[in-house]
């Protein structure tokens, strides 16, 4: 948990912010400015060691550095605005599998944002069963060629940087034919296209991959331990939860609110509900609040646990949650709105999904229940997920596999 | 009361199937859904006089195909399956309508251009409150000598903004009354309202004293109550059929996608949302069909039967074209699948002439609960 | 569909029960009487051949048979009353499969009722897998001896007869190692014992076989084929289907006459409910109403269209509805009653099933919830019943298979 | 909020845990619940004196555990597991009336015995119609000189046909006033209610003119609410007990029991329903912990965490007994398979204290819905 010689605790890391805030404080300086800081500091990532951006303490400890910040500034990134995947994903990946020289060029650019990662796993054939994939990266001399597609790049076409899982032997059986590039997304090749979804909006991208070269020393891991590698990746896929923990500020706050002001009894409330109608629209209403708190509830038991070094089940049980609490949540929202939902003001003009234009209260109700479609398929379908939780905590078995010990190029695809 | 599609039944939905399948292809969906009309006139003009699904329920003397409840129930489950845009439900709204409440006379001028295609025709009764309800109806005609004038809001209605023939439902002294409206009248300001769904288009009207002829005598109530519900149960079955084709997709795909070197349909997980989506569909089929059969039977109580099935259909599609999402993945919820197209198409067929919630409420009413 | 040389229609069928009804009245003999004479006029399963109580017509058609009985007398007796698993499941096995004078000793007297039939399959270690199950068959010279348990047997105490499957071989993979037998339940080594269930009612017997020896000729089919002949047996299981097809008389009648009786609106009415809880209470009500009338409309489809000859996916749906909603109606059922649900007055005295005592509509209500529980499970699983609708309905692919080609006796069983 | 268990909680837990699966496993339940009396005394003493379980909250000076809601959640939590026999959630229910409503002298008249498991006092508050709510309680005590007159019915008292010592709940002119009424009281006639569940006995009182002394002074409501609400925090802990303790068995089986040649939890169907029985009852854990720890630190509202928690937690419960039975096929609903006698605790306690939709319906007044 920590390569420190000794243990430093929560009163000393206080110290250790104030120390960084009085040298560079982000309400004076810029954001990289700031932030280099903090990463020199060790105050990246305090479970990363010494020299690195880190302090080797335990992850929980993390909290205690964002909150200190949160106390004396008025302005607060948020690693989730800056860069998501590369600080949340890239930068454990680079820290465990990386040549030094390249931890050093690459880890604090993440943390500033001077470099966005994005990550290129999954393909038009391999969505749950990312292991499947069928993109090739072929050998070269010293160099690789990868040519294939991905799908479902967040991020892609602003990331200067993505970490890319190809086939380097498909007569290997599926896990153990992958191999793990760091991939510069400006080399020829590359092409980034939008994804748009049912919105009309585009979170993510297709990535088409025709003879990108990638140089031999940015395999991270070796050849073939691609997977193993990935793990790492997707391990810290759910490190930062979605979902406050604070009573009344979580996912049904909206949905609170769009009763309030505008549902059935609120000042814009039409449709000429019965009382009948309201009540069962408020017991279905408060339901989801209970159940939406009770997330909340969980999220901070997390929270605790990790502090105390106790993950538990909670962390994986609030992504299936999430995901399925919010669809009926938003279904609700739509049918608060009543006939209203028939009208869809804003209309479907495809673009990319940062482009959002202001909504009103009623027209964001309408594209959340639109969006909240993919909850419960990205980052892991409910299917995936209940597997995960009945499997790794309940400890039930697997089901027979057809696609283990049998080479990649062999296993049935339909 | 014996549920049984006759050989002309099945001889029917064959034909519409075919020329359906021909003629509203996804890639036809998608051009006509973005045009501003919202459908293809040329197609609606094959579909009324090659079809007969313009004026369906209209006699053979109008020009109408002369069919009744049953052979529009196929005719709307076909058309809900590929999700054809077209004003269909909008023409068999008004023509059940002006059958129900108009004159001789009238039907003599309406019914035989709607039938034909020529001329389209649209019912408007919801008020800018959104009551679907025919027993809260706050527009009301003036009476001005011989004519009368209508003054308000009336929303949601079905291709309200190309319609030649504008019915809308006002409040009268002596109940409700029926009022014909030309597309082009003085005082009248429509305009299409951007859909959540954009496969049906629906409309707003503004009425600044307009002129408006009366359809029919006495209280418009009782048939426009039965109109409404002849209507509703076109809709279920058109909500019927666009669940049954999101179910086959969805087995479809289950079928031929594979992950983990097995189909993903063998996998219980998806296979046992499939196994419920059947069942969900197979009622479904029992209520829309029954609203049909009760209607056409006289058998039962149509009102009840319809009640009950748009509680039904309308939760079950919404359900059947969700899950179709997420049977398929990431790639269900992009624009370029059409499975979105489904899923909008239910939840604006869930809305449209009231919510789950109020038909269960009038059951209830019903039933002395 | 018919052995018959000439199709008889629907008006000379009616012609025919009126001269049986002619010879022999239900209101005028007794029931042994009347049964035979239907019997021996070919209207005790019109889709039998003439000779074994049938007239070659198609099944559906004895449906006229009862309606045109029901028409002309007072005294009505129903399959299911009488000996639901023998005329239901035990004669079309016994009439496919058995021999000559089995048919002519044993097809009438079940009809009459004189022998009761129960179905010997399931065991506890074979649930959803019946064709995994244990008990032995050993050869003894033209001689069968049998050992093993068997559950879940209904009326065994009271049968006659029972429907036997047992293992001959263990060597063979599961299916192919089984034969069926007509056991006499008066034998020696059988032993029947109540099975208590969750109400304390026990409409289930245990069955214990020690040393039970079964003539040779007395299998059905030959030795090996047990399976095929099972599935003669399950596959009749269904034909009676649960629950009324006319409108306001199927699942849901109880808990309409509940709470207009004794609900939060009704006479009894108490625990003092808001006018918003009546509401919410009433709209799941409709709700549940809704989908039973619905049910009784699927089946009311799948009688027409078995009837016209094309048995579709109506029937194997209802099973499923029908136990899924009755389990949700009898919960509704308790929650309408109220703070009252805490009280059980007809305590838990075990006893056999049919010894009910009179109930009142509440102490109905209490036990039907608890009975209920069951309804997802007797007479195939959900899981089961959502398999088959799938894989038989739907046509997705069946799952990987361990226990297929395996010899029985090395099929891993925990 | 920091919800999280010191290591003297979890050694608590061990003790009890210890204790409990000596003393009160599925032979011992039954035996218990087959009696009239519902709990085996014997026991009872033992868990009141080696465990302090009658006194947990009772002060130390009063011969108490001296224990606070965490405790309590823990002692609840490991009694839920077993459903053991035995008038813990009574004893809790008075002690904490009795520590929210009564002067010095009565508390330390009253809890010494209960304590020590020599006195069993129970709470009445419930009239005839079977509401739980303190806002409404419809008898009446009768001021008669220097003492009280009860007439009337109480109903669902927890063990009230064996204890001692009775805490009725009646209206006074100042609000509700708190009674004490002892076990042999003339004019009192209480008798066992046939329970649905067998593992916690429920008794009716009926008081003709019974002499009873009023405990405490002024009204006794707003000592009664916290009293229930913490009494409904014991309660949702013993039901998250039952719940886990139902996923742990429907676990094990699903990994012990073969059918097909596979455990039958590794198909989809089976490992699917377990996923979602562990998230009901990890909501479950935050639901109940949340309101014992919001009891015992008093941040945040006590009033909205119990209502949100047994809301939840009763439905949870339920859903995951009954699966349990649904799991074990056959087996689970058979009389000699414990499966039904958790599904019947879960439901009753459902019941008790107010059902879901109440609770619902308290929070969406709080939340001004």
Same mark, same amino acid.
């Given at each position: 948990?920590?390569?420190?010689?000794?243990?430093?605790?929560?009163?000393?890391?206080?110290?250790?912010?104030?120390?960084?805030?009085?040298?560079?404080?982000?309400?004076?300086?810029?954001?990289?400015?700031?932030?280099?800081?903090?990463?020199?500091?060790?105050?990246?990532?305090?479970?990363?060691?010494?020299?690195?951006?880190?302090?080797?303490?335990?992850?929980?400890?993390?909290?205690?550095?964002?909150?200190?910040?949160?106390?004396?500034?008025?302005?607060?990134?948020?690693?989730?605005?800056?860069?998501?995947?590369?600080?949340?994903?890239?930068?454990?990946?680079?820290?465990?599998?990386?040549?030094?020289?390249?931890?050093?060029?690459?880890?604090?650019?993440?943390?500033?944002?001077?470099?966005?990662?994005?990550?290129?796993?999954?393909?038009?054939?391999?969505?749950?069963?990312?292991?499947?994939?069928?993109?090739?990266?072929?050998?070269?001399?010293?160099?690789?060629?990868?040519?294939?597609?991905?799908?479902?790049?967040?991020?892609?076409?602003?990331?200067?940087?993505?970490?890319?899982?190809?086939?380097?032997?498909?007569?290997?059986?599926?896990?153990?034919?992958?191999?793990?590039?760091?991939?510069?997304?400006?080399?020829?090749?590359?092409?980034?296209?939008?994804?748009?979804?049912?919105?009309?909006?585009?979170?993510?991208?297709?990535?088409?991959?025709?003879?990108?070269?990638?140089?031999?020393?940015?395999?991270?891991?070796?050849?073939?331990?691609?997977?193993?590698?990935?793990?790492?990746?997707?391990?810290?896929?759910?490190?930062?939860?979605?979902?406050?923990?604070?009573?009344?500020?979580?996912?049904?706050?909206?949905?609170?609110?769009?009763?309030?002001?505008?549902?059935?009894?609120?000042?814009?409330?039409?449709?000429?509900?019965?009382?009948?109608?309201?009540?069962?629209?408020?017991?279905?209403?408060?339901?989801?609040?209970?159940?939406?708190?009770?997330?909340?509830?969980?999220?901070?038991?997390?929270?605790?646990?990790?502090?105390?070094?106790?993950?538990?089940?909670?962390?994986?049980?609030?992504?299936?949650?999430?995901?399925?609490?919010?669809?009926?949540?938003?279904?609700?929202?739509?049918?608060?709105?009543?006939?209203?939902?028939?009208?869809?003001?804003?209309?479907?003009?495809?673009?990319?999904?940062?482009?959002?234009?202001?909504?009103?209260?009623?027209?964001?109700?309408?594209?959340?229940?639109?969006?909240?479609?993919?909850?419960?398929?990205?980052?892991?379908?409910?299917?995936?997920?209940?597997?995960?939780?009945?499997?790794?905590?309940?400890?039930?078995?697997?089901?027979?596999?057809?696609?283990?010990?049998?080479?990649?190029?062999?296993?049935?695809?339909? | 009361?014996?549920?049984?599609?006759?050989?002309?039944?099945?001889?029917?939905?064959?034909?519409?199937?075919?020329?359906?399948?021909?003629?509203?292809?996804?890639?036809?969906?998608?051009?006509?859904?973005?045009?501003?009309?919202?459908?293809?006139?040329?197609?609606?003009?094959?579909?009324?006089?090659?079809?007969?699904?313009?004026?369906?329920?209209?006699?053979?003397?109008?020009?109408?195909?002369?069919?009744?409840?049953?052979?529009?129930?196929?005719?709307?489950?076909?058309?809900?399956?590929?999700?054809?845009?077209?004003?269909?439900?909008?023409?068999?709204?008004?023509?059940?309508?002006?059958?129900?409440?108009?004159?001789?006379?009238?039907?003599?001028?309406?019914?035989?251009?709607?039938?034909?295609?020529?001329?389209?025709?649209?019912?408007?009764?919801?008020?800018?409150?959104?009551?679907?309800?025919?027993?809260?109806?706050?527009?009301?005609?003036?009476?001005?000598?011989?004519?009368?004038?209508?003054?308000?809001?009336?929303?949601?209605?079905?291709?309200?903004?190309?319609?030649?023939?504008?019915?809308?439902?006002?409040?009268?002294?002596?109940?409700?009354?029926?009022?014909?409206?030309?597309?082009?009248?003085?005082?009248?300001?429509?305009?299409? +309202?951007?859909?959540?769904?954009?496969?049906? $288009?629906? &409309?707003?009207?503004?009425? !600044?004293? *307009? =002129? %408006?002829?009366?359809? #029919?005598?006495?209280?418009?109530?009782?048939?426009?109550?039965?109109?409404?519900?002849?209507?509703?149960?076109?809709?279920?079955?058109?909500?019927?059929?666009?669940?049954?084709?999101?179910?086959?997709?969805?087995?479809?795909?289950?079928?031929?996608?594979?992950?983990?070197?097995?189909?993903?349909?063998?996998?219980?997980?998806?296979?046992?949302?499939?196994?419920? +989506?059947?069942?969900?569909?197979?009622?479904? $089929?029992? &209520?829309?069909?029954?609203? !049909?059969? *009760? =209607? %056409?039977?006289?058998? #039962?109580?149509?009102?009840?039967?319809?009640?009950?099935?748009?509680?039904?259909?309308?939760?079950?599609?919404?359900?059947?074209?969700?899950?179709?999402?997420?049977?398929?993945?990431?790639?269900?919820?992009?624009?370029?699948?059409?499975?979105?197209?489904?899923?909008?198409?239910?939840?604006?067929?869930?809305?449209?002439?009231?919510?789950?919630?109020?038909?269960?409420?009038?059951?209830?009413?019903?039933?002395?609960?």
């Amino acid at each position: 948990m920590s390569d420190s010689k000794r243990t430093i605790g929560e009163a000393e890391l206080r110290d250790r912010v104030r120390a960084l805030l009085a040298q560079a404080h982000p309400d004076a300086v810029d954001r990289v400015t700031f932030r280099r800081a903090q990463y020199d500091h060790g105050l990246a990532w305090v479970h990363f060691p010494e020299g690195y951006g880190g302090l080797g303490l335990s992850p929980g400890m993390q909290s205690i550095v964002d909150d200190e910040i949160a106390l004396h500034a008025r302005t607060i990134y948020w690693n989730l605005a800056i860069n998501a995947i590369g600080i949340g994903m890239g930068a454990p990946t680079v820290m465990t599998y990386a040549a030094e020289h390249y931890k050093q060029q690459l880890l604090p650019r993440i943390f500033t944002g001077e470099d966005i990662w994005c990550q290129l796993f999954s393909e038009p054939s391999a969505g749950s069963d990312v292991a499947g994939l069928a993109t090739r990266a072929v050998r070269d001399g010293d160099d690789w060629i990868v040519n294939g597609q991905k799908v479902w790049a967040s991020i892609a076409h602003k990331s200067s940087w993505a970490m890319l899982l190809a086939r380097t032997d498909p007569n290997k059986p599926k896990h153990d034919g992958l191999s793990y590039f760091l991939l510069d997304m400006k080399s020829p090749g590359v092409d980034v296209r939008p994804l748009y979804q049912i919105t009309g909006d585009a979170e993510f991208n297709e990535v088409f991959l025709n003879d990108v070269r990638i140089p031999g020393d940015r395999i991270l891991g070796k050849e073939g331990m691609g997977w193993r590698v990935a793990i790492t990746t997707l391990m810290n896929e759910r490190v930062a939860l979605g979902g406050s923990s604070r009573p009344g500020h979580g996912l049904s706050e909206k949905l609170l609110n769009l009763w309030r002001e505008e549902g059935p009894s609120g000042p814009r409330g039409a449709d000429g509900r019965s009382a009948a109608e309201i009540a069962v629209l408020r017991d279905a209403v408060v339901r989801l609040h209970i159940e939406s708190e009770l997330l909340g509830i969980t999220n901070q038991r997390t929270k605790s646990a990790m502090r105390a070094g106790n993950p538990g089940p909670e962390g994986s049980v609030a992504k299936l949650v999430q995901a399925e609490l919010n669809k009926k949540i938003t279904e609700l929202g739509l049918e608060l709105i009543g006939s209203d939902a028939l009208v869809y003001e804003t209309g479907y003009p495809l673009r990319r999904g940062e482009d959002f234009p202001a909504r009103t209260r009623r027209e964001n109700a309408k594209h959340d229940f639109l969006r909240a479609r993919a909850n419960s398929i990205e980052g892991g379908t409910s299917e995936v997920m209940r597997n995960i939780l009945a499997e790794r905590m309940l400890g039930l078995p697997g089901e027979p596999r057809v696609d283990k010990d049998v080479a990649w190029k062999d296993i049935p695809r339909g | 009361m014996d549920i049984r599609f006759s050989d002309e039944h099945e001889e029917l939905r064959r034909t519409i199937r075919q020329f359906l399948s021909a003629e509203s292809g996804e890639q036809a969906v998608r051009a006509a859904m973005a045009t501003e009309r919202g459908h293809d006139p040329k197609l609606w003009q094959r579909m009324a006089q090659e079809l007969g699904l313009a004026g369906l329920v209209v006699p053979e003397n109008f020009g109408g195909a002369g069919m009744g409840p049953i052979e529009a129930l196929v005719a709307f489950e076909e058309m809900g399956r590929v999700l054809v845009c077209a004003p269909a439900l909008a023409s068999h709204f008004a023509a059940n309508a002006i059958l129900a409440v108009a004159g001789e006379a009238d039907q003599e001028a309406l019914l035989p251009g709607i039938a034909a295609g020529t001329s389209l025709a649209t019912v408007a009764h919801v008020d800018a409150a959104g009551r679907w309800d025919l027993s809260i109806v706050s527009n009301e005609a003036r009476r001005e000598g011989e004519s009368w004038r209508l003054d308000g809001v009336w929303r949601y209605v079905l291709d309200g903004h190309v319609a030649d023939r504008l019915l809308l439902v006002a409040r009268v002294p002596d109940g409700l009354g029926l009022f014909l409206v030309e597309g082009e009248a003085t005082g009248l300001t429509r305009k299409a +309202l951007p859909g959540l769904d954009l496969t049906r $288009r629906l &409309a707003e009207l503004r009425c !600044s004293a *307009v =002129a %408006a002829r009366r359809i #029919g005598e006495g209280d418009a109530r009782p048939g426009l109550e039965r109109a409404l519900q002849l209507t509703i149960a076109a809709l279920v079955a058109e909500q019927t059929g666009g669940a049954a084709r999101c179910l086959e997709i969805a087995t479809d795909y289950a079928k031929s996608r594979y992950q983990f070197g097995r189909p993903i349909g063998s996998f219980q997980a998806i296979k046992h949302h499939c196994a419920d +989506l059947l069942v969900s569909v197979e009622l479904m $089929r029992s &209520a829309a069909y029954h609203a !049909s059969f *009760v =209607a %056409a039977t006289g058998e #039962g109580d149509l009102e009840t039967a319809v009640h009950q099935a748009k509680a039904w259909c309308s939760e079950a599609y919404f359900e059947v074209a969700a899950e179709n999402i997420q049977i398929h993945g990431g790639m269900g919820f992009t624009w370029e699948y059409p499975a979105h197209l489904y899923l909008k198409r239910a939840k604006s067929s869930e809305v449209l002439f009231g919510s789950p919630a109020r038909h269960r409420e009038q059951i209830g009413e019903r039933l002395g609960l």
